[in-house]
Structure formats: structure tokens, C-alpha cells
């Protein structure tokens, strides 16, 4: 890492941010996430590469530094920094100091003419590189794509096809399907067709980036699930690897459902490989997202080598946004993070220590939503309570999510008639 301690601190507050651990384990598909997560935070464009030298991947001198846009867009990340900083522009670095011509060379007229040569140069020579800034930042703006849907196939899993066309431009373009993936690259200065798989049941916002900002329209692709659904995958996986589909009859025993070890490995899944299991119903409701109570009895018991926070997460997926929260046994705060519609909220910004509790033991969960006001209640105390503004739209699904091979008792989310709209009874 760079030795200047202040930035050493705001590298300290990207590592907690980005959730994923000590940068010394950082492997480049870490990396690359990370400079997606700025580019769509900030707006600013950290290659891999510079990434790697900040963080000491790369082997740099002693006094090295990033640009002083680089430092400015990792501080906003970090929240160290207001967004508004990245307006003011590093130019002014460029400007000269007021000359000052000593007496003895305003009195000889022959020193008096290299003089006032040497500054004409140096200031065409300025002017030259402000040019060239002021050409790079021009370059910088982000240059209008086309993406639109073309067709689907299938429900679930589902391919979806779509046409695209970007600018003759040196700086590429990349399409991103799905936010737990990185963006797919795109050639520039071309129109054509691409397609993409979707493996598993969810509410998709498809969209094209050109360096840090959206330039197409979003595009919505619903991917419905066949009733209640259950799959395993790796923890932290490529998206080309695969997701292992789970017979939740099989999963069934005395009213609960669990995966053993014994079963995923039927499945062909590597059990040896620390394993997440999720399972997901997605219909549209017609009912809103903003007003609703979801009721389950969970656990996930420290069972799974090379897990010590074992986490539970709970999703309610709107058309126009995500309540999700996220829950680890007792020590593992550091891990926690929540999302409320446009409220992204992790342990570096609140203490989350609420959200952790003995995950060893069933715990009933109970989360009122009334008129976008969020209160949690864990074993009928309530833990946690906070609001937002945007509005999730309708309910067109839900997620359990289980960093091992968790346990379900029950799970009903009903609208605030009663009526129910998912109802998980094993």
C-alpha cells in the first residue's frame, strides 16, 4: 500500500466498504469489481492496473501517488469526500506563477530579450498542455449507445437477444446484464447482436456503460420462477460457472427444509468448495412494495469448513428497486451491509452489530414495511428500524439467501389486507 498515512487511511475505508476482506487476498476479478463499484459510485474511470499500484499489487517507488483525480474519486468511494470536489477542475495546477524579472535584467535589454523569450515558451509550452487537458476531459464525457431488446426464449432459464450500436471511439463500451457479474465488453463503433443467459430467477436491469455512466436506455428482463425454486452455486463464482438446480421435495425432512452435504454433492457440487444456497420465488403480485410484512423462522448453524461468518440474507425485489438485508452470527458486524431501495448502507456508515445474533438457533424474523418505514424485529424485539424514499414498485419476488446450507421452518410475506402473496410451509 502507499506510504502517505492519510491515504493509507482512505484505502482502510475502501477495504471496508467494498466488504471483501483484506486487499492482500485480492485476486484481478476483484479488482475489476471494485473499479466498477467507483466507476458507478463516482463517475470516474480507476483502470485495474492503477488499482493494483494503490493497493500494492504492482510494485511502485516510495513516493508514488495516484493523479490527483484518482485520489479524489477514491476519497468520494471511501466516503471521505462530497461528490461535489470532483467538480472542481485540477487545471488551475497547470497555471504559472507570476513572473518576476529582477533589476539587473530589466536594465540589460540583451538578458531582458531571452527573458521574456524563454517566458513566451513556456507559456505556449503551458497552453499546450492545457489544451491537451481540456481535449481529455472533452474526451472523457460520456458518448452516447443504443441497446434494445430484440427477443426472449424460454421462462427460466431464459436467453434473452439483444442489438446494440456504440460510437467509433477509442474507449470502449460495456453492457452489464447483472449486477453480480462484471459488464460485458463491447467493440466499439459497431452494430450488432449479442445474447445473454440468464441462470436463474430474478428482476434484471440491463443496461450499456461507457466508462463511467449509463448511455442506453434500461432494460427490464424478468426471469419468473416455477413456484418456489432452490439452487447452490460457489461462494464468490464466474458467472460462467454453473448453478446446481435442488429437488425441494429432496430437501424436505419433518417440516424443514435443508440441503445436506449428502445431497449437493447427488448434484455433482463440490462440497469441499464453501457452497451458497438460495431459494427464490418470482411472479409479479400487482401488489406494491412499499407496504407489506414478511414473517420467517430461519437458522444457519457454523457447519460449512472455511465459513466463520455464516450470513442470511432476505430479499423483496420490486420493479423499481430492492429491500435487502443481511444478517452473521455474533463477532462478524464488519460483513454487514443493508439496501433499501436508493439506501445503500454498510458497517462503515452505522453500527450493524443489530443485525448480528446466534445463528445456531432458529430465529424468527419479522419485517414490517409501512409506507416505506422499515422495521425489523428479531424473536418479537425489534432490532432495527430506518425509512426511504424511492418507491420499489410493485413485488415481483423473493429471495433466502444462505452462505452454507441453511434452514427454513417457514416464510410468509402477506400485503397489509392479510392477504398472502409468498407463502413457504415445508
Known sequence: MLNNERFNNILREIEVKFGRGSSKNWINRDFEDLSLQIRLSTKIVISTLTLKRVFGKIKTPDDYLPQKVTQQALEIYAGLTAKNQLQKSSISDLKPEPEVVPDIIQNNPKKKFHTLLFVA????????LCFIFISKSTDNKALNGSLKLIKTEGENPKTAYFEYSTPNVVDSFKILFDEEYPAVFAPNGKSTKISYYFQYPG???VRMLHKNAIVSDTISV?????GWQASAYY??????ERYFPLDIKKCLQSGIFHSTKQLLSTTSLDTTKIAVIRIDDFRKTGKTGDSFTLETTLKNPDQWPGIRCNSIFLYVQGTEGTIRLR???PGCSYWIDYILSEKYISNKDSDLSNFTFDLNNWQQFRLENRNKKVDLFINNSRRFSDTYKKSIGE???VTVLFHGNGYIKDYLLKDLTGAELFKFKP
Open 235 to 240: 461462494f464468490e463464482q464466474k458467472y460462467s
Open 327 to 329: 444478517f452473521a452470527n
Open 203 to 205: 428482476l434484471f436491469k
Open 121 to 128: 515558451i513556456s507559456a505556449m509550452c503551458i497552453s499546450g
Open 222 to 226: 424478468f426471469v419468473p420462477s416455477k
Open 395 to 397: 413485488i415481483v419476488g
